[in-house]
């Protein structure tokens, strides 16, 4: 199984990027996807999350209404996460990573890092001043 993050790349602050994340080699429709972040020297945090089922999401504070994370998971064979990132600062300049975790219930979005079934990844991002 493989998750592939993409759509990276250098833009400035106010600006806007789309990332993507393709989900293949098995079926990831019962998993929670999210997104994290990690700036080199520092821990790896959180960024966003969406359930299995789509209905229910989770933002970091410092995202929370500039970024929207979404899913597609109408092809069995390749589901798709997507990260709407808006409004960009500097600081959201990092690595930006793609991840799955499979909860019990599939309106979970509680992803933290510490049980994370498959990582990607990552795609950098690059926001100047």
């Known amino acids: 199984v493989q998750l592939q993050a993409s759509g990276g790349g250098l833009v400035q602050a106010g600006g806007s990027l789309r990332l993507s994340c393709a989900a293949s080699?098995?079926?990831?429709?019962?998993?929670?996807m999210g997104w994290f972040r990690q700036v080199p020297g520092k821990e790896r945090e959180f960024v966003a999350a969406?359930?299995?089922?789509?209905?229910?999401?989770?933002?970091?504070g410092s995202v929370e209404g500039r970024f929207t994370i979404s899913r597609d998971n109408r092809d069995m064979l390749k589901n798709m996460l997507y990260l709407q990132m808006n409004s960009l600062k500097p600081e959201d300049t990092a690595v930006y990573y793609c991840?799955?975790?499979?909860?019990?219930?599939?309106?979970?979005?509680?992803?933290?890092?510490?049980?994370?079934?498959?990582w990607g990844h990552g795609t950098l991002v690059t926001v100047s001043s």
């Open positions: 991840a799955a975790e499979l909860f019990a219930r599939r309106t979970s979005a509680n992803m933290e890092g510490r049980n994370i079934d498959y």
């Open positions: 080699g098995g079926t990831f429709s019962p998993y929670a």
């Open positions: 969406i359930s299995a089922n789509g209905d229910n999401t989770h933002y970091s």
